[in-house]
């Protein structure tokens, strides 16, 4: 099962306020993807010292990174959607690695629910869903 994580499900795991990844980087039933635009919203809003963390935290847990441009069709199909800039780039990029869900407290993303190709889960709901 391929799973992207929001960058907000990573900001909040650095900064020790949620520690409920941990149960998805044990589940070797699952893959984790993430790409530059998530990436860079995750440094972009930690300390210096959570960077070296987050890098550690990727490498140890082998989650799949993607440096490749989004194809543009994706782009344009989910701009159509109503998405926000940075949220039509991860809704893009689930699609394109076919993922099955994406985990976020994105309010925007949990009202919009409704994906094609993969399902938009909080982290406690996809939790909840593993078991």
Do not use: W
């Not at 044990?26 to 993807?33: E, F």
């Not at 998530?38 to 490498?59: C, G, P, S």
């Amino acid at each position: 099962m391929i799973i992207v994580l929001d960058s907000n499900e990573y900001i909040n795991y650095l900064s020790k306020k949620n520690l409920l990844l941990d149960e998805i980087t044990r589940n070797d039933k699952l893959t984790i993807h993430i790409n530059e635009t998530i990436t860079k919203e995750v440094l972009n809003n930690i300390n210096e010292q959570l960077k070296k963390r987050f890098y550690d935290f990727l490498f140890t847990n082998n989650i799949v990174t993607y440096d490749q441009k989004l194809p543009f069709g994706l782009l344009k199909k989910h701009k159509k959607l109503g998405l926000k800039k940075g949220d039509i780039a991860i809704a893009s990029f689930c699609e394109s690695v076919e993922a099955d869900y994406l985990v976020t407290e994105n309010r925007h993303f949990l009202k919009s629910r409704k994906f094609e190709k993969f399902e938009v889960l909080s982290l406690k709901e996809f939790l909840m869903k593993l078991k």
